[in-house]
């Protein structure tokens, strides 16, 4: 045995990016992919089945976690995780981490969000939990600064970390700045060049355009 007795090793955090994707684009692989980096940390991408704070998908859950298959294909980094889509009822993100906090132990575990998403956290079902069970990392992203509301500012107050390191060391409850690349790409824009008959080639990752029944869905609306 070479580490002393009550000495542990750091535990390689784990991270997760929840989101509709529909469909995903390179602005969320590559955010995951130096959210990975910037934390060494395992990545993985939830989409929800029903997410609770916006309108139904315009892709199936079958037909979102098939892009992301195909997305993912090739590269060891990020991993797809489809337990929302498993569970009845809307995902809520509080009870996502609940279960992967009970299979983890005290492995540190980070919520990844964009700017956008974090400034509406209080909206969030039980919210406040979050931070009991998990570190949150903030993407900066393009186009989104939005104002934190008040409830927001004083709980972060005392949690913000400078340095992504300090994840390691503690199981939850700290909120970082992750400065990605920044990438204004959202589904939203993806998906009104789709429905014009457009061809956003560099906007998605190249597998979707792979399989002309992956983009379908999207496409469809034009005609329809
Ligand atoms: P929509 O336009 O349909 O609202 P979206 O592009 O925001 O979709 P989501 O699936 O809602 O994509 O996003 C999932 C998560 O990824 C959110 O936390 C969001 O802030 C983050 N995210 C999405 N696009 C980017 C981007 N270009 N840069 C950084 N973070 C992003």
Known sequence: ??????????????????????????????????????????????????????????????????????????????????????????????????????????????????EDAFAGLPSWHRWRELFGLAHLGVLTRPGAEPAWPEALRETVAQRLAGDPAILRREPAGRVVALPVTPLEISATRVRELLAEGREPRYLLPAALFDDPALLAPYRAVAGG
């Open 1 to 114: 045995m070479t580490a002393s007795a009550g000495q542990q090793a750091p535990l390689r955090p784990l991270a997760i990016l929840g989101g509709t994707f529909d469909p995903v684009h390179l602005g969320h692989l590559n955010a995951a992919w130096e959210a990975a980096e910037l934390l060494d940390a395992e990545v993985r991408l939830l989409p929800a089945r029903v997410p609770p704070h916006r309108p139904p998908p315009v892709a199936g859950a079958d037909q979102r976690v098939a892009m992301l298959r195909a997305a993912l294909r090739g590269q060891p980094r990020l991993v797809l995780d489809t337990r929302e889509l498993e569970r009845d009822g809307p995902s809520y993100t509080v009870d996502t981490l609940a279960a992967l906090r009970a299979e983890q132990g005290a492995r540190p575990l980070v919520l990844l969000v964009g």
